[in-house]
């Protein structure tokens, strides 16, 4: 399963027909065999989303932010975690893309952080241990985790690559 995402979008022609609009392979830039994958496939901008036109919001499949960009908006993302140690997460970047971080957090795991959002996080390949502050969890293939806006980091303490759909939807901040 490593390597590029294929990602088919669907439209309706100018007679008020379905079609494939486009079937491609992302990220667009190459992706070095090294280098896991982070590729952002859709997103949409308010609920409910628009189904018209062709517009692509992520042609080369790079999203930059984490969360939605727009407030009632959503993200959908495939991520390729490499086992732990071969790549540091960075508390900066993370920032960066639009993620809460705490000092007392990140010095438990580099990786820790949240977002406004209800996020469907799908275990595709691999395991990945869901980490948050007062427990943690092993994700195996069809394991989904319901994140709440709750902060957490990922943990892949196999040999192996883990592989994981990520769906973020817009929500409201935790209290």
């Not at 140690?85 to 993370?94: A, F, I």
């Not at 092993?138 to 994981?164: E, K």
Request: hydrophobic share 35%; with cysteine; proline share 9%.
């Amino acid at each position: 399963m490593p390597g590029k995402v294929r990602r088919i979008v669907t439209a309706v022609n100018d007679a008020g027909r379905s079609h494939i609009l486009s079937d491609t392979r992302l990220p667009s830039a190459e992706v070095a065999p090294s280098e896991p994958l982070r590729v952002g496939l859709w997103t949409t901008d308010a609920a409910p989303a628009s189904n018209n036109g062709t517009h692509d919001p992520v042609p080369d499949g790079v999203i930059l932010r984490t969360p939605p960009a727009h407030r009632g908006g959503s993200v959908i993302r495939m991520v390729d975690f490499p086992p732990d140690g071969v790549r540091q997460h960075d508390p900066e970047d993370l920032a960066r893309r639009g993620c809460k971080t705490t000092p007392d957090r990140t010095a438990k795991h580099p990786g820790f952080h949240a977002t406004d959002t209800v996020d469907y996080a799908i275990c595709l390949e691999g395991e990945i241990w869901a980490v948050l502050d007062e427990e943690e969890t092993l994700m195996r293939p069809g394991d989904v985790l319901i994140q709440r806006g709750t902060f957490h980091a990922w943990s892949n303490r196999s040999d192996d690559l883990c592989r994981m759909a990520f769906i973020l939807i817009d929500a409201e901040p935790q209290l």
